[in-house]
């Protein structure tokens, strides 16, 4: 029987299109939201960056060299 794993993504980016349509995508390939969004404001940018937390469950165990990206 295979094992079933949950593997475990935080994107993070500048506060803009960029960073939503990463989050499109990853939900598009089966990432699901975990959490809130979180937001805070890179004054040496001066910007606001955002962080939002994904997870996919896959089949098989988990191993380090997963590319998780590539999932």
Do not use: N
């Not at 499109?24 to 699901?32: D, K, P, T, Y």
């Not at 098989?60 to 990206?69: E, N, R």
Request: glycine share 8%; with cysteine; proline share 6%.
């Amino acid at each position: 029987m295979a094992r079933q794993t949950t593997l475990y993504r935080y994107l993070t980016g500048p506060d803009d299109a960029s960073f939503c349509h990463r989050v499109s995508e990853a939900l598009s390939q089966g990432w699901v939201l975990y959490g809130h969004p979180t937001l805070t404001f890179d004054a040496a940018q001066g910007r606001v960056v955002c962080g939002q937390a994904i997870i996919k469950d896959i089949e098989g165990p988990y191993t380090p060299d997963l590319k998780l990206s590539e999932q």
